[in-house]
């Protein structure tokens, strides 16, 4: 599996580490369900088969987090981006 | 037939003509008391244990593909016990108790060999780690021995000792540990579901829970809608797949797992090996074939094969104990998809949903626990009761924080 970095291009897969899904959402520490809500967010996985979105660390190359769009059926890539710029358009 | 010396030499005067199938293939009937979704190895064991120790008959178990396909025949066939948290360590020594017995009891030979589990370690930290796992082995009556180095040397002498990078200081021995035909152990378990009454179906694939105020009413299959008042989901690493279809949302994740089998040797490796200091665990067939794996391909998938890197660790993995096979041919090499927990350690309990039941998480250890597993989740569908060795693994411990994290590393599926 060779996995497209927005800053090195095209690199083996061995050269980054796998965190899991992208986009989760780091709850409000006050709100009242706040427990229930960070189990979710802590264990709680969609898991899903098809095309996913997921973070990985370029850990042996520029160290960029970015978000890889692959397909957990085929292992197909088909795009990636930093995560820092989806997270600013998230967050627009 | 009941299988017996008498009965092998009966055939053999008679020219094998009489063997029968060892199970039927019935149509499904409009409804059932209980549908297991499912038939690996903890689904069939689940049917079984139903009906032999809770005497319940109107029992089916679908599954999409044929019995045997899933991971009960891609698994690398170890069996042991030497697990050292509380929540883990009664089950599984409850499982290794019905191995010993299992042949008798299914009538069937599965061809257990208690060989013996050899863990090696390679430091005086991990020696006194597995010390540790040692002594909360023995404190449950578990028996192990802490081998030094000599000791391990008198029972597999050919292994690299004085590797510069991972000298081996000696191992944590559990000798009823060992291996099982893993085939064996499916058909014999659909036997003895199927002659106890349980319609084993195969190629019928579970489509959609259906579920009516808040309980369960039956499984819209791919032979169509089958009633049931109780379902159990047994679906390994597609369990995501089948809950979701009923609502439900799971602290699992699945990843491919690699197995790997050389060609037939003379007999070489006496027991299981694993390496401490990475995760490599090999022994050998009956057949003569080295059989081994290593660690997960570290990301989510669905797609029942591995890539090549991990291919490459595992023989890395393999050269730092034993560089006597690196001339030994590769026979083939495959993936299953486990279900990994986000603690490492499996689920089997009851769901939000009235008469919906799950067993999963088992992660990459789930042959070992096939008879436990069964046993265990039979009891929790016949009597709505955890079964007492089973009673810490419950889905919502990641809720109260009672997670049983035997490794140690968090919530990250792919680090357990």
Request: aromatic share 10%; with cysteine; proline share 4%.
């Amino acid at each position: 599996m060779r996995i497209p970095c927005p800053f090195c291009g095209v690199r083996d897969s061995q050269e980054f580490s796998f965190l899991g899904a992208a986009g989760l959402q780091r709850p409000d520490p006050n709100a009242p369900d706040a427990a229930k809500l960070f189990h979710d967010y802590v264990h709680i996985r969609d898991n899903k088969a098809g095309v996913t979105r997921e973070l990985w660390l370029h850990s042996h190359g520029c160290r960029s987090w970015i978000v890889v769009e692959r397909n957990t059926l085929t292992h197909e890539i088909t795009g990636s981006d930093y995560a820092s710029d989806v997270m600013k358009e998230a967050a627009q | 037939m009941k299988y017996s010396v008498f009965s092998v030499i009966q055939q053999a005067l008679r020219g094998q003509k009489d063997w029968k199938p060892v199970w039927r293939t019935p149509d499904p009937q409009p409804e059932y008391d209980i549908i297991i979704i499912g038939g690996g190895g903890h689904g069939l064991s689940t049917a079984y244990y139903l009906a032999k120790n809770h005497g319940l008959k109107n029992i089916a178990v679908l599954e999409k593909n044929y019995i045997g396909l899933g991971n009960v025949g891609r698994n690398t066939t170890i069996v042991r016990s030497n697990y050292l948290e509380p929540g883990n360590l009664p089950f599984y020594e409850h499982s290794l108790k019905l191995w010993e017995g299992l042949e008798q009891d299914l009538n069937y030979n599965v061809m257990m060999s208690q060989r013996g589990v050899l863990n090696l370690y390679h430091s005086d930290s991990q020696r006194d780690d597995y010390a540790r796992r040692g002594n909360a082995m023995m404190m449950h009556g578990v028996k192990a021995d802490l081998l030094n180095r000599e000791q391990v040397r008198e029972v597999v002498p050919f292994l690299d000792f004085d590797n510069g990078r991972f000298p081996i200081h000696g191992g944590l021995m559990q000798w009823r540990g060992g291996t099982a035909r893993h085939d064996a152990v499916a058909w014999g378990y659909a036997r003895g579901a199927d002659s106890r009454g349980v319609d084993l179906l195969q190629n019928t694939e579970a489509k959609q829970i259906r579920v009516e105020n808040g309980k369960v009413i039956g499984v819209e299959t791919s032979r169509g809608f089958i009633r049931a008042k109780k379902v159990g989901i047994v679906a390994a690493g597609n369990t995501t797949r089948v809950a979701e279809t009923a609502g439900l949302r799971l602290p699992i994740e699945s990843y491919i797992l690699q197995a790997f089998v050389s060609e037939g040797l003379k007999p070489l490796i006496p027991c299981v090996v694993t390496f401490g200091a990475g995760h490599f665990y090999i022994s050998q067939s009956d057949k003569g074939g080295l059989v081994f794996g290593a660690s997960l391909d570290f990301y989510t998938s669905y797609a029942a094969r591995g890539n090549l890197p991990n291919v490459e660790e595992t023989i890395e993995e393999a050269m730092a104990i034993m560089p006597s096979i690196s001339r030994v041919k590769l026979l083939r090499h495959w993936g299953g998809i486990m279900d990994m927990s986000m603690d490492g350690s499996p689920i089997i309990d009851k769901t939000s949903i009235d008469g919906l039941y799950i067993n999963c998480g088992w992660c990459y250890g789930g042959f070992k626990a096939t008879p436990a597993s069964g046993y265990c989740f039979a009891h929790l569908i016949a009597t709505d009761q955890s079964h007492p060795v089973a009673e810490r693994l419950k889905l919502n411990r990641f809720e109260t924080g009672h997670v049983i994290d035997e490794v140690g590393t968090g919530a990250q599926p792919n680090l357990h």
